[in-house]
């Protein structure tokens, strides 16, 4: 419990996320798993390149990207705002917080100009083009994702239980590995 210096009462609950729990953490990570998995079909694409992909894996690839899209535009920064600020003005974790809504919207933009480059809005794209544009999207997404992790736990660290720290931790170990 906090003390409000300025009324002499105690004030129940003034932290948001005092402790951040693992549950506080697992929709969080999930999405994070579906957008490393969109990076993989990324990455199959562009390795497949010049051959075009089948048309059920393309519609999937586009459907997974519009999605990405209509998420990045409702970015979950109010929710970790909460979550990370702990109700304290901290310089860093707003610039923190900052780049990880940037790393969403340019996310946002590649996978727009996939979904262009894709329907067929730019005929003239040969495969070197596309298969650069598949590469700066899937590295830039994955960069996102363990930058966002890192962002948790600099900001979080000392407030992270065993359990919430562990899923970060195997969510980053995962993410070198693929």
């Known amino acids: 419990m906090d003390r409000n210096p300025l009324q002499g009462s105690v004030v129940p609950f003034a932290r ?12 969080l990570i999930q ?23 089948d048309a059920p894996m393309t519609a999937a690839f586009l459907t997974a990207l519009q999605g990405l899209v209509a998420k990045g535009e409702r970015v979950d920064g109010d929710y970790l705002a909460a979550m990370l600020l702990n109700g ?57 994702v363990d930058f966002e992790q890192l962002t948790i736990i600099a900001l979080a660290g000392h407030r992270l239980t065993r359990e919430a720290r562990a899923l970060l931790v195997e969510a980053l170990a995962d993410n070198v590995a693929a």
């Open 31 to 53: 999405e994070h798993r579906r957008r490393l998995a969109l990076c993989d079909q990324a990455e199959a694409i562009a390795d497949g390149l010049p051959a075009q992909p």
């Open 88 to 144: 304290h003005e901290d310089p860093l974790a707003w610039t923190l917080l900052d780049h990880v809504r940037h790393r969403h919207m340019a996310d946002g933009a590649a996978a727009r100009d996939l979904i262009e480059a894709f329907d067929g809005a730019d005929a003239t794209m040969g495969p070197e083009a596309l298969g650069h544009m598949l590469r700066c999207f899937f590295t830039g997404c994955r960069r996102a």
């Open 16 to 27: 948001r996320w005092h402790v951040i729990h693992e549950i506080d953490l697992v929709r």
